[in-house]
């Protein structure tokens, strides 16, 4: 483990390719100065990153990316979410604070202390999360710039079975669900997802995770930038929690692929 800058990969697609996979969650990753901090030994803390992190969702992402007709371009977290979430809001916005887990966690997916509950955020929000909310924005500014779009496709997974973090975790967990954004995500993006992935079932909708993630510059007023998060429950393509990838792991990236063409025409 380093704490070599950046903490983010951009990995450039077609030049008219309007669409951005982002993938925030599937790195364990974690620099020594940051594990510093962090309470649990070390077995535990390989348990929590079992439960915690979208495994094999930057491999997804890469084959569906090979796959594609138009390759799109990939934003993607080397690191954990353990040091810092970058799809939470930074402030008092987010929701997630009521269980510990705003931009910087301090409680497990079980409700354990990860950090001090008096922890300051702000070194790490500081080091980590504002420069990838700026390296995303400038990601997006550039897709409009050279195509008039951007198309935020959010890759996510989540376990079959709720965890105790999950404030919204009583509804469906269906192999697929879609998350969404009223301003950001329009009628025929949903309906080429739920084409895309036809063949794993119904879709879900918001449930048992909802939104999407579009960052703050553009979010609520820029309507050329839509967004979607595909949610994939864990089961479908790899052993819980945290084990090998499976067979579902190509036919998820030849549906995500499908997508990725559908949107980008």
Known sequence: MTDAPPSFKLLPGAGDSPVILHVPHSAREIPP??????????????????????????ELAEAAAERASRTPWRFVNRLSRLVVDPERFPDER???????????????????????????????????FRPYAKAMTDAVAD??????????????????????????????????????????????LLAAARDAFAAFGETGLDSPFSGTYVPLEFHGTEAR????MIEIRRDTYMTEPGGPAGPGLPRLAEALATLVDAVSR
């Open 143 to 188: 897709r409009l710039a050279a195509t008039g779009r951007a198309v935020i496709i959010d890759v996510h997974s989540y376990p079959s079975a709720r965890l105790p973090y999950e404030l919204h975790g009583e509804g469906p967990r269906p192999p697929v669900c879609l998350g969404t954004d009223a301003f950001h995500t329009p009628p025929g």
């Open 225 to 228: 930038v839509t967004a979607l």
């Open 33 to 58: 100065t940051v594990r510093e901090g962090i309470l649990p030994a070390d077995d535990a803390l390989s348990r929590e990153l079992d439960h915690i992190t979208d495994a094999h969702t930057a």
């Open 94 to 128: 987010e929701e997630m604070l009521a269980v510990g887990m705003g931009a910087v966690y301090t409680r497990t997916t079980h409700l354990a202390e990860l950090r001090p509950a008096d922890t300051d955020p702000e070194p790490l929000v500081e080091r980590y």
